[in-house]
């Protein structure tokens, strides 16, 4: 593979190579535009509010607000279109063969994701999945996590005429969570009328005209499906570069706690792709920035930030009104979470963290 080398490091400027645009590594590229040289290597044209997604796909119009050009945010820093396919010292190589130098890296590569390129097409990737939906009468679901759960929600509260049916193989919904804010959940979705099979799972490849079998041996019917099962982390790459020995078991990258990688003095991992347990992305972030203008700056490393994760916070929306929310002191469901997070989903929130109005003109 043609190799090309882009403009050599300038002595007065240090620069910072971000690989991934999702919501960590947007931030932090927006954070530290106007204090370092900043190349942010991503293989789309935006970023997108991921926990917003369910939403836009009953209501393509929602999308509008959460999907977001890098370019709207980004005004003094270069976006590379493209992924990372190596790494060694200070040098990062992309897969069109460029080869970028940095001062500082941050892997934020998060969960491996197959979307579109550009916003145009994934706005219109929301629209057909808001027509399939339309168009059907039933509704399969595969997997009860908070994907498949935050989607039966929408389902049902804006289609209640629809027949949904969830299949999860563990044998609670929500496992990341406690047993009682699962059985919340669960007993919210069959007050909708929701179906919902535990410690099954369903083969999509052998449906056959609509009809779903079961490991359990039931047999489903449903117009549509959606696979909502968790994603794989963006690291198998990792596995060919000097990072290699960082990855955990699980393939994700052990940080200290100033989130660099371990043993590593100028590169940070942030967001799903580290080893932290209970992780906040946007809150990886900011410390990230932080440690990094301090370096920059020259101050001793000992008055670093460090990341410490919070307590066990957790909610899960249901529909537009309610939500079921996991406290230090409590597990609550309704409308009381629902205001919390449900109605606007923390949108207006985080476009305004990206510098952006909450709303659209």
Sequence with gaps: MATEELPPLASDIKRVVILGGGIAGSLLAKSLQFRADIFLVDPKEYFEIPWASLRAMVEPSFAERTVINHSDYLTNGLLVVSTAVNIRDNEVLTSSGRWIAYDYLVIATGHSDHVPKTRTERLNQYQAESEKI???NSILIVGGGPTGVELAGEIVVDFPEKKVTLVHRGSRLLEFIGAKASKKALDWLT???VEVLLNQS?????ASDGTYQTSGGETIIADCHFVCTGKPIGSSWLKDTILKDNLNGHGKLVVDDNLRVRGLKNVFAIGDI???PGYLAQRHAVVAARNIKMLMSGE???KLATYKPGSAIAIVSLGRRDAVAQLPFAT????IPGMIKSRDLFVGKTRK???LKPTLT
Excluded at 332 to 335: L, N
């Design 300 to 302: 001793k490393e000992t």
């Design 202 to 206: 369903v083969d999509i490849n052998t």
């Design 191 to 193: 007050s909708k009328k």
């Design 332 to 335: 609550i469901c309704g409308c």
């Design 274 to 276: 580290t080893a932290i």
């Design 134 to 136: 339309k168009s059907a």
């Design 353 to 355: 963290q990206m510098g």
